[in-house]
T-cell receptor
Framework: DTEVTQTPKHLVMGMTNKKSLKCEQH?????MYWYKQKAKKPPELMFV???????INESVPSRFSPECPNSSLLNLHLHALQPEDSALYLC??????????????FGNGTRLTVT | AQKVTQAQTEISVVEKEDVTLDCVYE???????LFWYKQPPSGELVFLIR??????QNEISGRYSWNFQKSTSSFNFTITASQVVDSAVYFC????????????FGRGTQLTVWP
């Protein structure tokens, strides 16, 4: 079983909806990430949080809004999405930002469909 | 610029065959990290191995082995006596020594093992 838990597993939303993706880890990791993966493509980095502060935003549109309420939780708030935003959204965590070679631990992902 | 090339898009083998997945990387960094991840149909990216640029020792873990050669910028992955459960997409990824979480993924190799 994965140690990074993502909910929901599947989400269908309209372009005017507001929804949130949730991610939780209890490994004591202090860095957390959101990746987006389109079908048959590699994952693409969206955001990095280090010690609950946003450290990297890969020029992601503002309709995606990340939030890190505490060291174990990471949310991704979605609003006014487009059909092309349909993808698998993966959350990951790693030890902290002093261990650049620390492997990322990924969750199972949320498969998002925007209609 | 960082780049990872996995030239094999799809590989099909019959159970018990050995199979090698190729990975070639490009970077000008002297400190970098190489990873292999497995992504089964469930979607989770499973960490398999990490290598840093200063450690060219090959590694064997059960039926898995990795061959890291800096001279050819390659980090190949061999599965011995493949099994149906090995069927998945395998990603090779490059991490920089100075940037947390920004993994440069290859496009992945879909491995199918037939019974």
């Amino acid at each position: 079983d994965t140690e990074v838990t993502q909910t929901p597993k599947h989400l269908v939303m309209g372009m005017t909806n507001k929804k949130s993706l949730k991610c939780e880890q209890h490994m004591g990791h202090r860095a957390m990430y959101w990746y987006k993966q389109k079908a048959k493509k590699p994952p693409e980095l969206m955001f990095v949080y280090s010690y609950e502060k946003l450290s990297i935003n890969e020029s992601v549109p503002s309709r995606f809004s990340p939030e890190c309420p505490n060291s174990s939780l990471l949310n991704l708030h979605l609003h006014a999405l487009q059909p092309e935003d349909s993808a698998l959204y993966l959350c990951a965590s790693s030890q902290d930002d002093t261990h650049y070679n620390s492997p990322l631990h990924f969750g199972n992902g949320t498969r998002l469909t925007v209609t | 610029a960082q780049k990872v090339t996995q030239a094999q898009t799809e590989i099909s083998v019959v159970e018990k065959e050995d199979v090698t997945l190729d990975c070639v990387y490009e970077t000008r960094d002297t400190t970098y990290y190489l990873f292999w991840y497995k992504q089964p149909p469930s979607g989770e990216l499973v960490f398999l191995i990490r290598r840093n640029s200063f450690d060219e020792q090959n590694e064997i873990s059960g039926r898995y082995s990795w061959n890291f050669q800096k001279s050819t910028s390659s980090f190949n992955f061999t599965i011995t006596a493949s099994q149906v459960v090995d069927s998945a997409v395998y990603f090779c990824a490059l991490g920089r020594g100075s940037t947390l979480g920004r993994l440069y993924f290859g496009r992945g190799t879909q491995l199918t093992v037939w019974p």
